[in-house]
């Protein structure tokens, strides 16, 4: 599909760049130059555009996120066209993910914060059910968390009217969340999205376990139809068995909310919130929050922080976007201790002092062991690497120079080391745990190294420059970024073709595994197009690596998965060279 980067559409709105694809729809960040703000569009696929069920799937989409008009859902704009183009405009928020949430916490979430994300959610699908709208794919990725800490509920696509005429899309869902009940098809309710709930507290309260994996499945078929089998024959396992401290009360809300019937499940979002806020604040007083306009009930919107933006002002938000990291809820305690002799003013003179000292002292060379600095530019205040850093330096020892290095999740950051005089050259990465990540000795080029990385979480990482078998000499180093496209997620039996080119060199495509499985990846280059993969796990660890898949232009890689999770998969040219190619899952 062309790239619609750089154009203008109806004269409003001005397309700004490609951030994410979904199974009928491509995403782009706009900007309303009209209104002045950023928004999401999500445009239809041409190869969808003149099939009259996708199209009414998009339209229908469209018209129930537009009548939803919640704090905590995500604004639509309604339903737009020019010429070929079928769009959906909607809010565009900068912020993260539960599921990178869960998956940075590598822990069970504290109670308390699952109930400070589970109150707007259930607040919000409350108001959807009352409206006549099911969700229908509740899940980890579409909880949105913005850079002020609100919390909103995302991608209505599947959504259906809860009535007789909308019986056309059975078994739509995740399977990971999916309800049995639509998973035979029935007409979906409010239990179906409280189902789905039940699998994304278990996910918060194990650490990203999930209950159903197919791992205990004894047919045969794709990971999804196992899934499926489990819950149409099993029960739920306990979460329990992943966190012993887990509370019974608790453990008995998410067991209920799995019930396999649904009449043995919660009757709505907000009796299941009633039962969260008894089990997780004993005595307290359950917090009512926006419904539907005109009931009796009362209503009272939970105050976002005082730095966070007002509902009006929420920047726009999509599934596929990156975010930033969401603050630490900090509580505020006084004490009765010592008090200081000297006046406040005094200390914190003392401390922007010090504090200054230090940052001059930091800023005067790179962070790292051992050798001494020849030339170095674009530090970060602390001194350390990041991404637009240059130095030059010296190899004096076997071991080599290791530098501190700051890098953002879901970089893909591209570090470069040449010898100076034929040096040889190795560059290693290291997580902040010590693990490696990623290692290179050549660039594919010969002698100078150059080092491609996934990151998978924003932290400190240590870079070790060395010369190969213990080489000595001078080299520079620079640390750069490799653009890419996020291509979407990826299941077993997929086939998709994309095509690399110069100014987007890498695709990341998502795979979720489970732990176990074997997994098949082929990627077939057209035209002579000699291919590269690369299966990255959830900790950011190159897992496996084939360029040639036996000394051809086509890459196979065959691996059983560690553990169950998030995998990428990365596909580019070799030499990041340009050009189209097959992917396929098995």
């Not at 859902?73 to 909607?90: C, N, Q, T, W």
């Not at 796990?537 to 000394?551: C, I, K, T, V, Y």
């Not at 070799?574 to 992917?583: I, T």
Request: hydrophobic share 40%.
């Amino acid at each position: 599909m062309k790239d619609l980067s750089g154009t203008r559409l109806q004269n409003r709105y001005e397309v700004l760049e490609l951030i994410g694809r979904g199974g009928m729809a491509v995403v782009y960040k706009v900007r309303d130059t009209v209104r002045a703000v950023p928004l999401a569009m999500k445009l239809l696929r041409e190869d969808f555009a003149e099939d009259v069920v996708f199209l009414r799937r998009f339209q229908r989409e469209a018209q129930n996120l537009a009548r939803l008009q919640h704090p905590h859902i995500v604004r639509s704009y309604g339903l737009e066209r020019e010429g070929d183009y079928s769009f959906m405009l909607m809010d565009y928020v900068d912020g993260t993910t539960l599921r990178k949430e869960i998956f940075r916490a590598k822990a069970p979430l504290d109670p308390h914060r699952t109930l400070e994300i589970m109150r707007p959610v259930c607040s919000a699908l409350h108001y959807a059910h009352q409206m006549g709208i099911i969700h229908c794919d509740v899940k980890p990725a579409n909880i949105m968390i913005d850079t002020g800490g609100r919390v909103l509920v995302t991608d209505f696509g599947i959504a259906r009217m809860s009535d007789a005429a909308t019986s056309t899309m059975v078994g739509a869902g995740t399977p990971a969340y999916m309800s049995p009940e639509q998973i035979m098809g029935a007409d979906p309710t409010p239990e179906t999205d409280i189902y789905a709930i039940g699998a994304v507290l278990f996910e918060m309260m194990t650490g990203g376990e999930r209950p159903f994996t197919g791992e205990r499945s004894n047919q045969t078929g794709t990971t999804a139809e196992q899934v499926r089998w489990e819950k149409m024959n099993l029960d739920a396992p306990s979460p329990k068995k992943w966190n012993p401290a887990l509370t019974e009360d608790l453990e008995a809300i998410i067991l209920k909310c799995l019930h396999k019937n649904p009449d043995g499940r919660y009757g709505s979002t907000m009796e299941l919130l009633s039962a969260l806020e008894a089990a997780i604040v004993p005595g307290g007083v359950v917090e009512r929050l926006p419904s539907v306009m005109g009931e009796d009930e009362p209503e009272t919107v939970i105050e976002p922080p005082p730095d966070a933006y007002q509902p009006e002002d929420i920047p726009a938000v999509t599934p596929d976007s990156s975010g930033a990291d969401v603050p630490a809820a900090v509580e505020s305690s006084s004490s009765e201790g010592r008090r200081s002799k000297l006046p406040k003013w005094s200390w914190a003179l003392i401390g922007v002092v010090l504090l200054a000292g230090v940052y001059a002292l930091l800023r005067m060379f790179p962070v790292r062991l051992g050798g001494n600095i020849l030339q170095s530019s674009n530090l970060s205040p602390s001194g350390a690497l990041i991404i637009g850093s240059s130095l030059a330096d010296e190899v004096t020892g076997s071991e080599g120079d290791e530098w501190l290095i700051e890098l953002s999740e879901e970089d893909v950051v591209d570090i470069s080391m040449r010898g100076v005089d034929g040096m040889d050259t190795v560059l290693e990465l290291y997580d902040a745990q010590g693990v490696r990540i990623a290692i290179d000795d050549d660039g594919g080029e010969g002698h100078n190294a150059r080092l491609i990385a996934f990151i998978p979480e924003t932290a400190t990482y240590t870079l070790v420059a060395r010369g190969y078998d213990g080489a000595e000499g001078r080299y520079v180093l620079e640390v750069g970024e490799l653009p890419y496209e996020y291509m979407g997620e990826v299941e077993p039996g997929d086939e998709v073709n994309a095509t690399l080119t110069t100014g987007i060199p890498l695709h990341i495509w998502a795979y979720e595994g489970s732990a176990g499985e074997l997994i098949s990846i082929s990627m077939v280059g057209y035209d002579n197009f000699d291919s590269t993969l690369e299966l990255i796990d959830p900790d950011g660890r190159r897992l496996a690596f084939n360029d040639d898949s036996e000394g051809g232009v086509d890459s196979y890689l065959e691996v059983e998965l560690d553990y169950t999770g998030w995998y990428y998969i990365l596909t580019a040219g070799y030499g990041y060279q340009a050009g189209s190619y097959s992917l396929h899952i098995d």
